[in-house]
């Protein structure tokens, strides 16, 4: 399921054990990103590249652009 998840709402989802994946290159991963998330490029992101993340956990995925 794909929902926007407002600020409130991703703190209760990670308090919950929600898994942060930040989707930027990892350049930009490493200047800046959210405590706790993982980097997966989005030009990586795939069925390998996910495998560790736990499947009975909610996964929120997000990407600043400067916008």
């Known amino acids: 399921m794909v929902a926007r998840v407002d600020l409130p709402r991703l703190r209760a989802l990670l308090d ?3 898994q942060l994946v930040e989707v930027l290159p990892a350049a930009e991963y490493a200047d800046q990103h959210l405590p706790g998330a993982l980097n997966i490029p989005l030009e990586t992101l ?6 560790g993340l736990n499947r009975a956990s909610p996964v929120v995925v997000y990407c600043w652009d400067g916008l």
């Open 46 to 51: 795939n069925a390998g590249t996910t495998a």
């Open 16 to 18: 919950a054990g929600a």
